[in-house]
T-cell receptor, first 112, second 111 residues
Framework: DTGVSQDPRHKITKRGQNVTFRCDPI?????LYWYRQTLGQGPEFLTY????????KSRLLSDRFSAERPKGSFSTLEIQRTEQGDSAMYLC??????????FGPGTRLTVT | QQQVKQSPQSLIVQKGGISIINCAYE??????FPWYQQFPGKGPALLIA?????SEKKEGRFTISFNKSAKQFSLHIMDSQPGDSATYFC??????????FGGGTRLMVKP
């Protein structure tokens, strides 16, 4: 399978714990995006990378959130001190030029 | 500020009918307008897309109509099938940056 992959697919954590998600983009894609989707809503942009450089961050990305893309390959999204409001589907997408963005299956986070 | 508005929120169509979903945008800097299809528990899948210099694009049963002066675009699904039942999102991109999504339309095609 040469599509975007995400791990884990599901994560249940207790409030206050830290969680980390991983995204592996389509191999030749230099742009990688993170979005968050809550039930019944469209995805909302969080941040994106061109190669290893983080080019833009949404104001939705509080100080508890951090994303990295070392060496311009896979990316990780970490949420520190999780809150119940962080419960959502976290989606990763990749693109060659930013227009045709292909999404992974998502990581569903539940904070109890 | 919601920059892409989508309607209707839900739509029920008989098998073989035409499904029509509409979107309107505000930011004239948007230069690419994709539609995504999403099934429950899955990530959005790119369905079809259009650039503002084109008024219509057709791929199989799916057609995008684009009205630049009105800042509106729509998705038409011809000969709708039960397998088309999903949530559809319109979106817009500015200069290859992030996607701005509409609120989504839940389509149900009745057999």
């Amino acid at each position: 399978d040469t599509g975007v992959s995400q791990d884990p697919r599901h994560k249940i954590t207790k409030r206050g714990q830290n969680v980390t998600f991983r995204c592996d983009p389509i191999s030749e894609h230099n742009r990688l995006y993170w979005y968050r989707q809550t039930l019944g809503q469209g995805p909302e942009f969080l941040t994106y990378f061109q190669n290893e450089a983080q080019l833009e961050k949404s104001r939705l990305l509080s100080d508890r959130f951090s994303a990295e893309r070392p060496k311009g390959s896979f990316s990780t999204l970490e949420i520190q001190r999780t809150e119940q409001g962080d419960s959502a589907m976290y989606l990763c997408a990749s693109s060659l030029k930013g227009y045709e963005q292909y999404f992974g299956p998502g990581t569903r986070l539940t904070v109890t | 500020q919601q920059q892409v508005k989508q309607s209707p929120q839900s739509l029920i169509v008989q098998k073989g009918g035409i499904s029509i979903i509409n979107c309107a945008y505000e930011n004239t800097a948007f230069d690419y307008f994709p539609w995504y299809q999403q099934f429950p528990g899955k990530g959005p899948a790119l369905l079809i897309a259009i650039r503002p210099d084109v008024s219509e694009k057709k791929e199989g049963r799916f057609t995008i109509s684009f009205n630049k002066s009105a800042k509106q675009f729509s998705l038409h699904i011809m000969d709708s099938q039960p397998g088309d039942s999903a949530t559809y999102f319109c979106a817009a991109v500015n200069a290859g940056n992030m996607l701005t999504f509409g609120g989504g339309t839940r389509l149900m095609v009745k057999p």
